[in-house]
């Protein structure tokens, strides 16, 4: 039982994907151009290739967002909990907010934050 | 529970709140003069280290998770001593021009790691043990690579941290394993519960690589020698004593409790990592020309030498490691302290430069020297007492073989340190390094380091409580 | 479901991905490479301890808050890596393995 469950969760998610694939290969319109093949379609011709360094103030700001975006981790547990430990878990995530706050002011104040 | 219990984390608080002041006060003063900012952090942090000393309760918190005693307060305490004397010596290098900008950024690093290293130690749970490991090392690997246009500064900090992650990976597997077979992760609760097996033993051994490599014993070391010489010299300082010592009384205190049942499985294999280490440290040691690569594998041999301490599993051992160490951190940072002072000054890191120092730098010479035979361990110095003790608590348990193997190896050791001696003192040098004047928060360091030296090798005292706190823990496991 | 999947299968899964990552980090020469293999590691201790907790002990959660803490902690350590990475770039044009040799004994 359990295992046509699972072949049906797979031919299921591989017709999905093929259907959606299949109805705009067939409803799209479709051009035939050099520029369809460019990297940018904005009318200018690329200059080089395409496959270019990226500026490091990328990954500064890539950095900075992973650090808050894993923090939500701690938080989901949290919330489940909020309810039934009151006060305290209210407390403990204000001091947490805190430090993480206090780290984004840091980042701020040293013009990580700044593009140019 | 009442938030009166939180005064059991008194370190700690006290070390996260210093962080926050740090942090404040590096947004409120202005990049070209920092000055504020190094006096109010050094206060801070002498102010906690004193009050490390007070009287402070023991107890559990968060169930078991947090554990403190006077035996831990005491590691602590040895730590905030380090970080002082690292955050004295390192002045005189911080507030060069153009270096001011960014010193907030290391004091803030330093005292993280330090929060780490305290809880740490503190830790009674496999996950709070692992938190403040790890934040006692990603900040570190920061620190070593602080010198941005340097690119061995880079190397190191990217040489530390892939290894640290690597090894933590381990450990953690380890760990693993040991959740399995307990099923708890509190430490109290896996000692009742662990038994010797084949997969204990694996998990032990994997565990213990993780540790080892912190400690940089001899199959786990190959990292030690570049990170110590491509990271700054003040950052190697702390990373040679604060680091190594933190991770060497955790690595006690987890023997000792968590797997005291697999004593005979751990016993034999720090018997051979013993012997190992040593061994490969000095002869390493010996053709070093690099004073700080050259401290770097001395470090190794020395870490051979405190687990002497670690495989007597008792009350003696466990007070000499803490002995040890703490006679480590005066002698490894005088000497640290006077190649820094040397490298800040002229920029030169090579042994053969120091040729002819004693003439123009007298002063410094004999700081170096007093250190080099407190390393090598020759009498009256605490050196010799610390080596002395280790070796005791090792023949306490009937391990002449490996005391002897490890008395034979001081005696290379005192070779390739009077090696130093000799180049400052008797080489001739057409062009010596010349006579300069280290700043004063350099020259107070030394001076405590010195102190250090001498009052903890000639008071008996000292010793005695330590021996006293080990036994009144030992006494409470049972 | 899962239920029907015995623990050992899960647990040669995540040997499996265990010693792949340490086989990466120690034959890899790129440094992301490397930190990749580091995440294989760490995520094969993920899994260990969620099956572990799910199987084995599963009125306690200490298996399920431990794996979120590795996770939180391998981000924090990706992050200084990936950092020290691009100062070494700037130093060396290069984060190969085979490049970082300035300080042969």
């Known amino acids: 039982m359990d295992k046509e469950a699972l072949i049906l969760f797979f031919l299921s998610a591989i017709a999905i994907v093929g259907i959606g694939m299949l109805l705009s290969w067939l409803v799209a319109p479709k051009s035939k151009n050099i520029q369809k093949k460019e990297a940018y379609e904005c009318g200018i011709p690329t200059v080089g290739s395409s496959y270019m360094q990226f500026r490091v103030g990328y990954y500064l700001f890539a950095i900075i967002f992973l650090i808050f975006d894993v923090e939500t981790v701690f938080i989901f547990p949290w919330a489940v909990v909020m309810k039934s430990m009151g006060m305290t878990a209210f407390i403990e995530i204000i001091i947490f907010f805190g430090i993480l706050g206090l780290g984004l002011l840091y980042a701020w104040k040293k013009n990580a934050l700044r593009w140019d | 529970m009442s938030f009166s219990d939180f005064l059991l984390m008194r370190n700690e608080l006290l070390l996260v709140a210093a962080a926050v002041i740090i942090l404040i006060a590096d947004m409120s003063f202005s990049d070209e003069n920092k000055r504020g900012l190094y006096n109010i952090s050094l206060l801070t942090m002498i102010i906690i280290t004193v009050l490390g000393f007070l009287p402070a309760p023991s107890g559990k918190l968060f169930g078991g998770m947090y554990i403190t005693g006077d035996i831990y307060i005491l590691m602590k305490n040895i730590l905030n001593i380090a970080t002082v004397i690292v955050l004295l010596q390192s002045r005189g290098w911080l507030e060069k021009p153009g270096q001011q900008k960014r010193m907030g950024e290391f004091i803030l690093l330093l005292v993280s790691v330090l929060i780490g290293m305290s809880y740490m130690i503190s830790s009674g749970h496999f996950i709070m043990f692992y938190l403040g490991m790890e934040l006692a090392t990603i900040p570190l690997a920061a620190l070593a690579a602080y010198e941005l246009n340097k690119s061995k500064s880079a190397e190191a900090g990217i040489k530390l941290i892939l290894l640290a992650a690597f090894s933590s990976g381990i450990l953690l597997f380890g760990t693993s394993l040991i959740y399995a077979a307990a099923g708890t992760l509190y430490f109290e609760g896996v000692m009742a519960i662990l038994d010797s097996t084949a997969f204990t033993t694996l998990g032990l051994i994997l565990f213990f690589a993780g540790l080892g490599f912190k400690i940089s014993l001899v199959p786990f070391h190959l990292w030690t020698a570049d990170v110590y010489e491509g990271a700054p010299t003040n950052v190697t300082s702390f990373l040679s004593v604060a680091s190594k010592g933190a991770a060497v009384f955790i690595l006690v205190i987890i023997l000792n409790t968590v797997f005291k049942s697999l004593n005979d499985v751990w016993d034999p294999m720090v018997y051979a990592l013993i012997i190992i280490t040593i061994t490969i440290g000095n002869l390493f040691a010996l053709r070093q020309r690099n004073i700080k690569r050259f401290l770097a594998f001395s470090s190794i041999a020395q870490a051979g030498f405190i687990m002497l301490g670690v495989i007597n599993d008792g009350g003696l051992g466990m007070a000499t490691v803490i002995y040890f160490v703490l006679v480590y951190v005066f002698s490894n940072l005088a000497a640290f302290g006077v190649a820094a002072a040397i490298e800040n000054e002229t920029g030169k890191e090579s042994i053969d430069d120091y040729n002819g120092f004693y003439r123009t730098n007298p002063r410094l010479s004999l700081v170096m020297m007093l250190a080099m035979f407190s390393l090598a361990g020759i009498p009256p110095f605490a050196g010799f007492f610390g080596k002395f003790f280790l070796f005791t608590a090792a023949a306490e348990k009937g391990y002449y073989i490996l005391t002897l193997i490890a008395v034979l190896n001081t005696i290379i050791s005192l070779y390739y340190y009077l090696l130093v001696i000799k180049a400052m003192f008797i080489d001739k040098n057409g062009a010596p390094i010349g006579y300069f004047k280290s700043d004063t928060a350099m020259q107070v360091s030394l001076v405590i380091c010195i102190l250090g030296i001498i009052v903890t090798g000639f008071t008996s005292g000292v010793f005695d409580y330590m021996v006293n706190l080990s036994q009144q823990f030992f006494l409470t496991l049972q | ?105």
């Open chain 3, 1 to 105: 479901m899962i239920e029907n999947i015995p623990l050992s299968h899960i647990l040669i899964f995540s040997t499996l991905i265990f010693f792949t990552g340490v086989y990466g980090f120690l034959t890899r020469k790129n440094m992301i490479t490397m930190l990749i293999s580091i995440e294989l590691v760490l995520n094969a201790v993920n899994i260990n301890f969620v099956a572990i907790n799910k199987y084995m002990f599963p009125e306690q959660l200490e298996g399920h808050f431990f794996t979120l803490f590795i996770i939180g902690i391998a981000a924090a350590e990706a992050a200084v890596a990936i950092a020290l990475f691009i100062n070494l770039y700037r130093n060396i044009r290069s984060i190969d393995v085979d490049e970082v040799t300035e300080m042969k004994h």
